[in-house]
């Protein structure tokens, strides 16, 4: 399993998690879990993925999800699992 | 499973407060490429460097890409070349011609530096070290990307004060050939006591004979980080003192420290682990070292200032750097497999723009920074000083500075810029990440005549401690 964790910030707008989600479902992207939350009209997502079975490389998904979140003037982050792992787990 | 805060707060520290890693070094071994011929003792370290290397700075690119995280740079430490050159160099310019093949090396595999243009001197020098010292200058002059450094003292050999004095020469002749661009050449030379063999930051880096035929070391920072979670550290205290709203104790504060170096450390840690794996080479150390840069915010200045002092240089400062530096060693050796290198919080002073405003303030003088390198890694770094100082004043200091790191069994270095035509009142800009620099007073009392006696200062004695 390649556990890979997506983050959405920016202003709340309607279809922000529509969006990113059918990307995901477009290119056989697991989601595994999802929390939000909207401080202030501000909107924060965490989503943890599994990207074995993505049908494109790592840094595609990335740039292309971060791509999405321009067009929606949201930012989207893609990074593996790991770092946040490492810095809050011992 | 990590929550969202956890996320949140990682990612808050990358992009707000300027969490990175700072360096990937490969550490190479040359010995094998000696060779009595001299292009073919060229050939060799190119083909080496450029075959081990080659993938280095892509495979940096892309663990910043998929964990986020940037890792600023990409860069190589070798064997001290007067050890590979000494059977081929007859003459400095020879040497020039091994300094030239590791500048296209690194440029072909995209390093922005290559750091042991070095020698090992600390108790006496051969031919070749001499040599070599002695092409510095030249080598510095018309390369971009090599380091350089002298190691002249250690605590087992005490101080080789022949190479302490020539060192003195060496700076002001490499200030004078790079006079063109401020001297620049001088940032790229340091003098060491006690140099490690296998620090990842420059311009100190060598790759020593100690290690292994390649190895990958990673130097963390996050100075940022730290100064960010000690603000609300005391704005958690005060709000929670209704009485007289105090700032945190001493237990709290080093908590504070501690437990963000740990994270900062995990980060390297797992790059470090990601870089071996990838590029097939082991993983040597994590250098826990608080890296500042010009940016704004990036300041190790700007935490000794959350800790209580108004500037870097005003009293409490030693002892507020000696807490933050023993406290980040306290949390990353915990976070990594293995710790090495330099080790501590660096006080550049063109480098870290908290230091810049001590000395326009008027807080910070060079002879407190001395004595502020006698608790932290590493020593007096990137200081502009007067075109005019004499030869025999640079190696006085460089005696001072190497004293403390004999006596103290820890790593002290020298890297002073005596900037050409310039003086007092004057700053000189030397870009990037070296930041630019207000020209410091040096003491103008002469040193002259005890530098000028030869020989050795003798190893200090290992027992009555006081």
């Known amino acids: 399993m390649t556990r890979a964790i997506i983050t959405v910030v920016g202003k709340d707008t309607v279809g922000i998690i529509a969006k990113v989600c059918t990307y995901l479902a477009d290119n056989q992207i697991n989601i595994l879990d999802i929390s939000q939350t909207i401080v202030q009209d501000f909107f924060n997502m965490m989503m943890i993925v599994d990207m074995k079975k993505s049908v494109k490389p790592f840094d595609t998904i990335s740039e292309e999800l971060s791509k999405i979140g321009v067009e929606i003037g949201v930012q989207v982050k893609c990074q593996l699992e790991d770092i946040f792992d490492k810095m809050h787990r011992i | ?466």
């Open chain 2, 1 to 466: 499973m990590i929550n969202m805060n956890e996320v949140f707060e990682t990612n808050k520290m990358i992009e707000q407060e300027n969490l990175d890693v700072r360096t990937i070094t490969m550490g190479i071994s040359l010995l094998d490429c000696a060779d009595n011929n001299l292009d073919t003792t060229c050939k060799k370290i190119y083909d080496k460097i450029t075959t081990l290397a080659k993938d280095l700075v892509k495979t940096g690119e892309n663990i910043s890409k998929e964990f986020g995280i940037p890792i600023v740079n990409k860069r190589i430490s070798i064997t001290p070349i007067s050890l590979v050159g000494g059977a081929c160099c007859k003459i400095p310019g020879d040497y020039v011609q091994i300094a030239k093949t590791l500048d296209k090396a690194a440029k072909t595999v995209g390093v922005n530096f290559i750091g042991g243009y070095s020698a090992v001197v600390s108790k006496g020098m051969t031919r070749s070290d001499e040599l070599l010292i002695r092409s510095i200058p030249m080598a510095l002059a018309c390369t971009e990307r090599i380091c350089s450094s002298v190691n002249v003292g250690s605590t087992k050999t005490g101080i080789n004060m022949d190479a302490v004095r020539l060192m003195g020469d060496i700076i002001k002749e490499t200030a004078e050939q790079t006079k063109d661009c401020d001297s620049l050449g001088c940032a790229k030379l340091v003098v060491l006591c006690n140099a490690p063999d296998d620090n990842p930051f420059m311009a100190g880096a060598f790759h020593g004979v100690s290690e292994a035929d390649a190895i990958i070391n990673v130097g963390v920072s996050g100075p940022g980080v730290v100064k960010h979670a000690l603000e609300q550290m005391d704005i958690n205290a005060r709000s929670n003192d209704g009485k007289n709203g105090s700032d945190a104790t001493f237990e709290v504060l080093c908590e504070t420290i501690k437990k963000t170096a740990f994270k900062i450390t995990r980060v390297g840690q797992l790059v470090a682990q990601e870089a071996s794996a990838r590029l097939g080479v082991p993983f040597g150390i994590i250098d826990l070292s608080l890296a500042p840069t010009p940016a704004i915010g990036d300041s190790v200045a700007d935490i000794l200032k959350c800790i209580g002092v108004e500037h870097p240089g005003a009293p409490g400062t030693t002892a507020a750097l000696a807490l933050l530096n023993d406290q980040v060693k306290k949390g990353g050796v915990m976070a990594s497999s293995y710790v090495g290198g330099l080790s501590g919080a660096f006080i550049p002073v063109s480098e870290d723009q908290g230091m810049i405003d001590a000395v326009e303030a008027g807080a910070l003088t060079i002879e407190k920074l001395e004595a502020m390198t006698c608790v932290c890694s590493v020593g007096l770094d990137m200081i502009a000083i007067p075109g005019d100082t004499p030869a025999t004043t640079i190696a006085g200091i460089i005696a001072d500075e190497s004293a403390i790191g004999m006596v103290n069994q820890k790593t002290t270095a020298v890297r002073i810029i005596p900037v050409v035509g310039k003086t007092l009142g004057d700053t000189v800009e030397f870009g990037g990440l070296l930041g630019y620099a207000p020209i410091m007073p040096v003491n103008t009392f002469a040193s002259t005549r005890f530098v000028n006696r030869t020989g050795r200062i003798p190893a200090p004695i290992h027992s009555f401690k006081n």
